[in-house]
C-alpha cells in the first residue's frame, strides 16, 4: 500500500522559505510515476503547485514557478518542496500525492497546515 | 491559467442522481482526455473518484460516472447515498509547449 507523509514546520515568517517534505512508503519513487504538491487554503479549493519524475523533471503552476523548487532524494524515497518569499496569502493545508497518470492523482498524503505568521 | 468552473453547490435526495460540470477551454479540458474527479469529506485529503475522463479506481462504486463534451466534463452520481454528501473537484491537464494541472473551484454535494 503506498502511503505519503508530509513533514515541515507548521507555521513560517512572512518572506521566510517554506520547506517541506513528503516521505513515501509502499512504493520506490525510482520505479516511476510523477510526485506532487497540492495546496489548499482554509475553507478554498485545491491548488495544484508543481509535480517531479524520479529523475529530477519538473512541471510547475505557470502562477507560482518564480517561487517554487521541487526536489527528489531517491536514496531516502522523499520528495521536497520548498517556496519563497512567502505571504500569508500561501497559508493552507499543504498535500503530497502520487500522480499516477497525468492531473491524476491517487495517493495523497493526510495533509500539513502550514501558517505564515510574523 | 483559471480555475475549471464548478458550480458552487449542488443538492439531490437518496436515491436520486446529480451531475456536477466541469467548463474549461480547449486548452485543457477540450484538449486532453485526462480529466479527474476528486471527493473530500471535511478535514480529510482528497479521494480519487474518476480519471481520464470516465475511469473508475478500484474500490469506487459504479454509481459514480464521468463524461466529456468539448470543454465540459461531467461527474454524475446515481443512488445518491448520505455518505456522498462532500466537496467534489474536478481537475485536469493542461497546456501544449509548457503543461501544467489545473483544478475547479469545487462543489458542495448535499444530500437533502
Known amino acids: 500500500q503506498v502511503q505519503l507523509q508530509e513533514s515541515g514546520p507548521g507555521l513560517v515568517k512572512p518572506s521566510e522559505t517554506l520547506s517541506l517534505t513528503c516521505a513515501v512508503s509502499g512504493y520506490s519513487i525510482s520505479s516511476g510515476y510523477y510526485w506532487g504538491w497540492i495546496r489548499q487554503p482554509p475553507g478554498k479549493g485545491l491548488e495544484w503547485i508543481g509535480s517531479i519524475y524520479h529523475s529530477g523533471s519538473t512541471y510547475y503552476n505557470p502562477s507560482l514557478k518564480s517561487r517554487v523548487t521541487i526536489s527528489v532524494d531517491t536514496s531516502k524515497n522523499q520528495f521536497s518542496l520548498k517556496l519563497s518569499s512567502v505571504t500569508a496569502a500561501d497559508t493552507a493545508v499543504y498535500y503530497c500525492?502520487?500522480?499516477?497518470?497525468?492531473?491524476?492523482?491517487?495517493?495523497w498524503g493526510q495533509g500539513t497546515l502550514v501558517t505564515v505568521s510574523s | 491559467q483559471s480555475a475549471l468552473t464548478q458550480p458552487r453547490s449542488v443538492s439531490g435526495s437518496p436515491g436520486q442522481s446529480v451531475t456536477i460540470s466541469c467548463t474549461g477551454t480547449?486548452?485543457?479540458?477540450?484538449?486532453?482526455?485526462?480529466v479527474s474527479w476528486y471527493q473530500q469529506h471535511p478535514g480529510k485529503a482528497p479521494k480519487l473518484m474518476i480519471y481520464d475522463v470516465s475511469k473508475r479506481p478500484s474500490g469506487v462504486p459504479d454509481r459514480f460516472s464521468g463524461s466529456k463534451s468539448g470543454n465540459t466534463a461531467s461527474l454524475t452520481i446515481s443512488g445518491l447515498q448520505a455518505e456522498d454528501e462532500a466537496d467534489y473537484y474536478c481537475?485536469?491537464?493542461?497546456?501544449?509547449?509548457?503543461?501544467?494541472?489545473?483544478f475547479g473551484g469545487g462543489t458542495k454535494l448535499t444530500v437533502l
Open positions: 480547449s486548452s485543457d479540458v477540450g484538449g486532453y482526455n485526462y
Open positions: 500525492a502520487r500522480e499516477g497518470g497525468y492531473s491524476n492523482f491517487d495517493y
Open positions: 481537475c485536469s491537464y493542461a497546456g501544449s509547449y509548457t503543461p501544467y494541472v489545473v
